[in-house]
Each structure stands twice: as structure tokens, then as C-alpha cells.
């Protein structure tokens, strides 16, 4: 299985992948050693960088760490291969343009049958690689492109949201489907169920944690995640706990929609 990680935050905060325990996960103290990925929102585009290296090991990772990318929306995945092989266009996060939109999404969990599934038709977005989580990200995007493309914009919330509450009832039905899935404006989630340790499939499949540094220039650091700015709100989503904070575990179908370092909606 995978791990998933992301951010939403008021201010651009930055993380190094290379650092403590989410890179550890990345085939260090935990067996997810197939490649990983993070996005990073930036100036209405999204700087994608993908390896197939573990992540506890990988040259791209440090170079994430040195370089200090900040952004007020990171998505990242540590990958455990079940379906496809260790390539890079099996690699998450994936990303895709719509109505001038860079849309990123990463999952964790197994869709059994989405290829033949009916409700998982593909539209004009075709997968690059071979896995699940590919071809579901691009069913999504066909369901919201006549939104994307009518509005003349930013589609309303509500019904961008109804679209993706949709989406993951759906394809929760096929299996484990934690999603992290973002459009520019936006961070959508969905919290299920994910293999565990012990072997087993069941909640929680994503934690919560949310920070508020109230002094100008307070520092908040912690499994691999440093925030600095005046008044900053961050709200940190994780497959497992990465720090000793009061990371919440989201329970069984969640689904939230942040912005700005805050939950705004939810389903």
C-alpha cells in the first residue's frame, strides 16, 4: 500500500521530503519503496517532481529539502506498488490541465474492476501508465469537464464538490479509495479505509492535524514540515501520524474541502 500527505495552508509553507518520518516511509522504516511524488502549487501552475527511488534514499528527495519549495497546497505520495510496475508514469501524484487548471490527484488504496467499470468510462483524458488510480483521476476529470468548461471560471464549490462526493462513493464501492485531489483553488478529500500493520483493511484511511502560529515569525516544525509567517493557519493530512501532535483520525468516508488552511466545506 501507499501513504499519502498533503497541505493547505493561509501562507506558502514548505516541507522536505527528505526529512524525519515521511521519507522514512518511503522504504526506511516502513516497506513503501516504489517511487514517490509530491506537487507543489505555485503562481496558478503546479511543479510536479516524481521518482521511482525509495523515498528514504532518492537524490530528488534532497534535492526537495535544499531547495525549500514552498506552496499554500502540497500533495504528496509514497508509493507501494499494487498495480503497474515501478515506472514513472505509474508514479502519483498525477496531473492533467482543465479550463486552464493545472488538477493534481494521489490515491491510496486498490479500485478492483475500475477499467471495465461503466461509471469509470473514460472521456477525452486518456492514462499515461497502467495503474487504477490513474484511470480513476481521469473519470474524474471527465465528470467535471462540462463544469470546468461552462463556467467560464472557477465552478461553484457546491458543485464542484458534489461532483467529487459522487465520484468517491463510487469508487469506494471498488475498494480502499483514499483521495487527495486538487484544482488550483481547491483541496479536496476523501477519507476511507487502508491496510494496516496487522494486515488489515479498515479505518482510518487519513489523519487531521491543524496548526495556528499566532506571533509574526513563529516557527512550526516537525516531521519534515517547517512553517514561518505572521498569523498562519495550516491544516496537515496524513495516511498515518507524522509527528507526536493530536493528529485526528478523519472517520470512514469523510470528505472535506480546504482552502486556504482551512476546512470550508464538507460532505
Not at 463556467?151 to 468517491?168: I, K, Q
Not at 462513493?169 to 484544482?183: E, K, S, T
Request: with cysteine; charged share 20%; net charge negative.
Amino acid at each position: 500500500m501507499c501513504e499519502l500527505f498533503a497541505i493547505s495552508s493561509r501562507l506558502p509553507a514548505t516541507v522536505s521530503l527528505s526529512l524525519k518520518t515521511l521519507a522514512e516511509h518511503g522504504g526506511g522504516s516502513a516497506p513503501h519503496a516504489d517511487g514517490w511524488g509530491i506537487a507543489y502549487y505555485r503562481d496558478g501552475d503546479a511543479r510536479v517532481i516524481k521518482d521511482t527511488s525509495a523515498a528514504h534514499d532518492s537524490d530528488w528527495a534532497r534535492f526537495v529539502q535544499s531547495r525549500g519549495l514552498s506552496s499554500t497546497t502540497i500533495i504528496s505520495h509514497i508509493r507501494g506498488a499494487t498495480r503497474g510496475g515501478v515506472r514513472l508514469q505509474n508514479t502519483h501524484p498525477f496531473a492533467r490541465e482543465l479550463g486552464g487548471r493545472m488538477h493534481v490527484l494521489a490515491h491510496n488504496g486498490t479500485l478492483e474492476g475500475v477499467f471495465d467499470h461503466p461509471d469509470f468510462a473514460l472521456g477525452r483524458f486518456r492514462p499515461i501508465g497502467e495503474t487504477d488510480s490513474e484511470h480513476a483521476f481521469c473519470n474524474l476529470l471527465a465528470r467535471l469537464e462540462g463544469l470546468w468548461l461552462s463556467e467560464g471560471g472557477v465552478p461553484p464549490l457546491d458543485r464542484r464538490l458534489a461532483v467529487f462526493t459522487a465520484f468517491a462513493a463510487q469508487a469506494r464501492a471498488l475498494g480502499a479509495a483514499n483521495f487527495i485531489y486538487a484544482d488550483g483553488d481547491t483541496l479536496f478529500v476523501h477519507a476511507n479505509q487502508r491496510h494496516h500493520e496487522d494486515g488489515c483493511i479498515r479505518p482510518p484511511g487519513l489523519h487531521i492535524l491543524d496548526r495556528r502560529c499566532r506571533a509574526p515569525q513563529e516557527t512550526v516544525s516537525g516531521g519534515g514540515v517547517s512553517v514561518t509567517g505572521d498569523i498562519q493557519a495550516i491544516t496537515l493530512l496524513a495516511s498515518v501520524p507524522l509527528t507526536d501532535e493530536d493528529w485526528q483520525p478523519l472517520p470512514e468516508n469523510t470528505i472535506l474541502a480546504l482552502s486556504q488552511g482551512k476546512v470550508v466545506a464538507r460532505a
